[in-house]
C-alpha cells in the first residue's frame, strides 16, 4: 500500500481483512484483520509483480489485491495448523 500512510493503510488493512474473513468463513479479531491486510497487500503486491509485472493501483485495485494476499494467508495459516 505504498503512497497511502499510515492511517488509510491501517483503514484499508482492516476491510482487507475483515472482507477475507468473509469469503474464507473465519473468524478473527479487529487486530488481526489490520494485520491480515496489511501482510495481505504487501503479499499481493509482491505476488502480482511476479505474475504480471505490476500491480493494481488506487485505492480499490489495492483494496483487492489485499484481499486476495490475506485469502491466501488464511489459506497458508490453515494448512499449516491441519497439518500440525
Do not use: D
Not at 44 to 70: D, E, H, K, M, R
Amino acid at each position: 500500500m505504498e503512497g497511502f500512510g499510515w492511517f488509510l493503510s491501517i483503514i484499508l488493512g482492516a476491510i482487507a481483512g475483515w472482507i477475507a474473513e468473509q469469503i474464507m468463513k473465519s473468524e478473527h479479531g479487529l487486530i488481526m484483520n489490520v494485520i491480515l491486510g496489511i501482510v495481505g497487500a504487501m503479499l499481493g503486491n509482491w505476488l502480482f509483480g511476479l505474475i504480471i509485472g505490476g500491480t493494481a493501483g488506487g485505492v480499490i485495485g489495492q483494496l483487492v489485491v489485499a484481499v486476495i494476499g490475506a485469502c491466501i494467508l488464511i489459506w497458508l495459516g490453515r494448512l499449516i495448523r491441519n497439518r500440525g
